[in-house]
T-cell receptor, first 114, second 110 residues
């Protein structure tokens, strides 16, 4: 079984620039999550999708972050414009239908803001 | 809001020693999951606990859910260098969403 695919693995941009991350979940997984993990901390949920609908985006900074999952499969997360405090690893995870199922994580995208 | 603590924040052990980390919640939990994240890696699911007082074992790892369903522990017997990493609990509170704890970072000295 192929795992969760994410790209790119690394990204370096200057503050105020834009950046986008892509995630392809495990086939058949209806639930997709985007997390932000700052060094030394636990993953913080940004947004949760169930198929192509948003279940929880309460911690997504909507003035600069956006995410979509148009066809209920892969997803993109965008930051525009980036701030220094956005430097983190952005993890994508997927799980079967309900949110209390085990999550499978991708390798993440390490974002550095200069 | 839901408060999740993990104790200790860091633990350094000599290889062969035992290790325990605790996950404590301010509210009663529906279930709890444990994940391990190796340095530079991503979290990997270890186990899920649902029942009050539940105990599950995976080789040298023992997981326990408290009787009041407000805390959980992960115990590793005779640590090995392969156990190095950060151990996270992910807790689910009735009516709320899952939250990851801050993690316990384990170092094992050979």
């Amino acid at each position: 079984e192929a795992g969760v695919a994410q790209s790119p693995r690394y990204k370096i941009i200057e503050k105020r620039q834009s950046v986008a991350f892509w995630c392809n979940p495990i086939s058949g997984h209806a639930t997709l999550y985007w997390y932000q993990q700052i060094l030394g901390q636990g993953p913080k949920l940004l947004i949760q999708f169930q198929n192509n609908g948003v279940v929880d985006d309460s911690q997504l900074p909507k003035d600069r972050f956006s995410a979509e999952r148009l066809k209920g499969v892969d997803s993109t997360l965008k930051i525009q414009p980036a701030k220094l405090e956005d430097s983190a690893v952005y993890l994508c995870a997927s799980s079967l239908e309900v949110s209390n199922q085990p999550q499978h994580f991708g390798d993440g995208t390490r974002l550095s803001i200069l | 809001g839901q408060q999740v603590m993990q104790i200790p924040q860091y633990q350094h052990v000599q290889e062969g020693e035992d290790f325990t980390t605790y996950c404590n919640s301010s509210t009663t939990l529906s279930n709890i999951q444990w994940y391990k994240q190796r340095p530079g890696g991503h979290p990997v699911f270890l186990i899920q606990l649902v029942k009050s007082g539940e105990v599950k074992k995976q080789k040298r790892l023992t997981f326990q859910f408290g009787e009041a369903k407000k805390n959980s522990s992960l115990h590793i017997t005779a640590t090995q260098t392969t156990d190095v990493g950060t151990y996270f609990c992910r807790v689910y509170n009735y009516g709320q969403n899952f939250v990851f704890g801050p993690g316990t970072r384990l170092s094992v000295l050979p």
